[in-house]
């Protein structure tokens, strides 16, 4: 089944703490990204990639970092989370650099106290 | 700055009744339009997309778009609602960077209820 995975699902932390947040796709799909979502606000873009060892910033990237080693995974990297950054997080996968829909992770809900 | 709106935070329908989600854009060039659903603990889904062409686009579980360049707007439509169409709905409007990647901006979501 094409897929887009992420864990943890739901991860509640506290402030300066480091973590990952794992997102792989089974499509082959060059396109990867990442987004928060927030009420009000819609879904904005942290990070993409392009292809692999190939990122870039997306709106919101301040506190994120993310890597590109392999084509299918794209982690999420927090280094010293904040309260700021509790929010619910999509990784999301499209095929090529055209206007193909996105394929998007099931999401992980992240609390920092 | 370029932007997609949806208007209304929420919107409620009868069952059986149609239904409209709105969508307005601003966008520069041709744009490229989706809608996209979310289900409660679920990922978004996409339904549809406008490229070029016809301006009714025909998408999944019976929902359509008119794309109408002269409004900016790309209004989410089905005739006749469901219960289960209760979700998050997403517009989101795609830009062409140099490098030709496409770019999703979202509207802030507008939920839609479906009244048995």
């Known amino acids: 089944e094409a897929q887009v995975t992420q864990n943890p699902r739901y991860l509640i932390t506290v402030t300066g703490k480091k973590l990952t947040v794992t997102c792989s796709q089974n499509m082959n799909h060059e396109y990867m990204s990442w987004y928060r979502q927030d009420p009000g606000l819609g879904l904005r873009q942290i990070y993409y990639s392009m292809n692999v060892e190939v990122t870039d910033k997306g709106d919101v990237p301040e506190g994120y970092k993310v890597s590109r080693k392999e084509k299918r995974n794209f982690p999420l990297i927090l280094e010293s989370p904040s309260p700021n950054q509790t929010s619910l997080y999509f990784c999301?996968?499209?095929?090529?650099?055209?206007?193909?829909?996105?394929?998007f992770g099931p999401g992980t809900r992240l609390t920092v106290t | 700055a370029q932007s997609v709106a949806q208007p209304e935070d929420q919107v409620n329908v009868a069952e059986g009744n149609p239904l409209t989600v709105k969508c307005t854009y601003s966008?520069?060039?041709?744009?490229?339009l989706f809608w996209y659903v979310q289900y409660p603990n679920r990922g978004l889904q996409f339904l549809l997309k406008y490229i070029t062409g016809d301006n009714l686009v025909k998408g999944s579980y019976g929902f359509e778009a008119e794309f109408n360049k002269s409004q900016t707007s790309f209004h989410l439509k089905k005739p006749s609602a469901l219960v289960s169409d209760s979700a998050l709905y997403f517009c989101a409007g795609s830009l062409s960077f140099s490098g030709g990647y496409n770019k999703l901006i979202f509207g802030a979501g507008t939920r839609l209820a479906v009244h048995p």
């Open positions: 999301a996968s499209s095929a090529d650099r055209g206007p193909y829909e996105q394929y």
């Open positions: 966008v520069s060039g041709n744009p490229y």
